[in-house]
């Protein structure tokens, strides 16, 4: 169970993150300062960047624990499932709760027009991406760490360029994740044979 303080610094990150999005919904994500979403969650700005390095990253709140869902999912894989199979299925861990592979939810369709999505931003949560994943599938099904790597980058990119081409088109977010997990499966085809 978690101490009195682990729960109230949770509250804190929550409440962050809440007036964040309600002000993101509102007034939209430019127009929106750090200022202005410590005050709405009751805190000073110095508290807010305790939390998080500035505002782009409350866009980002869950890329860690869906990377851990991916993780726990290699590890825990079926007797004969293939590295390929188990990392789909990773994949569809991880996008079940949040298909945008750790944006907020709410803030998906804007997020991803904003200038904040430089080379480099995707670059660096990729590599934290490939890092964690290939890392599993080496320790889960002993395959090299270059097949590993070229298995996670193949299934990135599949499921980012799909999402990114569904969501230009204003495709439901239901079929967004049915296009990407097939994505995934058919850029990842050719690891099984």
Known sequence: MASLRERK??????????????LFD???????TVDQIAAAAGVSPRTFFSYFRHKADLLHTNLYERLDA???AILAGRPGESP???LARAFDEMLAESWTMGLTPGLV???VKLPIFSPRASIDRADTRME?????????CGISRMTAYAMVGAAIG????????SMSEDRPDEETLALTSRACRQALAGFTA
């Open 132 to 140: 964690r994943l290939a890392a599993a599938l080496v320790t889960s």
């Open 9 to 22: 610094k949770q509250q804190t990150r929550q409440a962050l993150m809440d007036a964040a999005g309600r």
């Open 70 to 72: 991916g993780v726990a």
């Open 26 to 32: 509102e007034q939209g994500y430019e127009a929106t």
């Open 109 to 111: 369709g804007d997020a």
């Open 158 to 165: 599949a499921v980012s360029g799909t999402a990114a081409v």
């Open 84 to 86: 390929a199979e188990l």
